[in-house]
C-alpha cells in the first residue's frame, strides 16, 4: 500500500521502499505457485486417498510435480492388505502405474512398504 509506504522510514530511502515491494512481488508470486499446484494435486489426493482401506496406515505423502508422480510410504497391517491396497491403487482413474519394489513382500505381517505412483496426464 502507497500510504503505508509513504508512512515508513522507508519512504524517506526511496530504494529500500523499492526493495521491499521487490520482496513482497517475489513473495506473493510464491503463494500463487503454491496455490495454483495445491489445486492440482489436491483431487490426486483425494483419489488416492480414497482407496485407502483399513489395514492400510500411510505415514508420507510426497509430490514431484516435475515427474508428475507420488511417492507414498506406510505400513499394512498383512502382505494380503498391502497387495489390495496396489491393486485399488493400480485401478484409479489417475494413476498411470504403481512401482513397487520387491522388498515391500519380505514380511507377511506389519508390512512396511513404499509406492511410486506415475499420475496420468490430465487436461
Known sequence: NLETL???SDYKEPSAGVQRVTLLNKLLEQVVLFEDGA???APLLKEIFSRTSSGITLTEASYDALAGGFTLRGRADTRDNFLGYVDELGKS???ASVDSP???LLAEENVNFTLSLVIKNTP
Do not use: D
Open 6 to 8: 509513504r508512512r515508513s
Open 39 to 41: 489445486q492440482k494435486t
Open 93 to 95: 482413474s489417475v494413476v
Open 102 to 104: 520387491p522388498t515391500n
